[in-house]
T-cell receptor, first 113, second 111 residues
Framework: DTAVSQTPKYLVTQMGNDKSIKCEQN?????MYWYKQDSKKFLKIMFS???????INETVPNRFSPKSPDKAHLNLHINSLELGDSAVYFC????????????FGPGTRLTVL | GQQLNQSPQSMFIQEGEDVSMNCTSS?????WLWYKQDPGEGPVLLIA?????ELTSNGRLTAQFGITRKDSFLNISASIPSDVGIYFC???????????FGQGTTLQVKP
């Protein structure tokens, strides 16, 4: 069974479109995260939710809006996609907000044309 | 923002050789973690360190939490082809709940 799953695996879209990436974890964890990995493989946290509540919100454009319908799901919606949004987006989860052992999903490779 | 300096950026070694990589920070960290990322996959946790001076092994991997709490290293002994990948250090600063990642070390192993 996959612990942290993301859909889709690949996403190719045109500039200006709106798209969503979904994430689900079946580990029973309270905290979920979104990371962005750029072309140089640098990983940077974007958001963190603890039990559906936003606890970390890095300097990310307002076009990015996370939504957590329940603690097992954290989706990422992106409006008005730009070329610079092209990257691999990783979802992760941990037992709680102070836990350091984070489990990552397989990633979603977003390409904006 | 806070940054981790991870080195080397890349390594190309012969199978059987030992590997060493390290991370340094300008500020004190409470936790150091080492992850490995295979192509097309997410990072997988290898070793977690929680106390200054702590030395932990996981098979052929050994990592240490620096005494100053500002650095950590990872050693891989007797490398094999499946060790290929990108290794990331990550740390949690004492004043925040988020992880900061290093730039990664790309390891290639020649059979």
């Amino acid at each position: 069974d996959t612990a942290v799953s993301q859909t889709p695996k690949y996403l190719v879209t045109q500039m200006g479109n709106d798209k969503s990436i979904k994430c689900e974890q079946n580990l029973g964890h309270d905290t979920m995260y979104w990371y962005k990995q750029d072309s140089k493989k640098f990983l940077k946290i974007m958001f963190s939710y603890n039990n559906k509540e936003l606890i970390i919100n890095e300097t990310v454009p307002n076009r990015f809006s996370p939504k957590s319908p329940d603690k097992a799901h954290l989706n990422l919606h992106i409006n008005s996609l730009e070329l610079g949004d092209s990257a691999v987006y990783f979802c992760a989860s941990s037992q709680d907000g102070s836990a350091d052992t984070q489990y990552f999903g397989p990633g979603t490779r977003l390409t904006v044309l | 923002g806070q940054q981790l300096n991870q080195s080397p950026q890349s390594m190309f070694i012969q199978e059987g050789e030992d590997v060493s990589m390290n991370c340094t920070s300008s500020s004190i960290f409470n936790t150091w973690l080492w992850y490995k990322q295979d192509p097309g996959e997410g990072p997988v946790l290898l070793i977690a360190l929680y106390k200054a001076g702590e030395l932990t092994s996981n098979g052929r991997l050994t990592a240490q939490f620096g005494i100053t709490r500002k650095d950590s290293f990872l050693n891989i002994s007797a490398s094999i082809p499946s060790d290929v990948g990108i290794y990331f250090c990550a740390g949690r600063p004492s004043n925040t709940g988020k992880l900061i990642f290093g730039q990664g070390t790309t390891l290639q192993v020649k059979p």
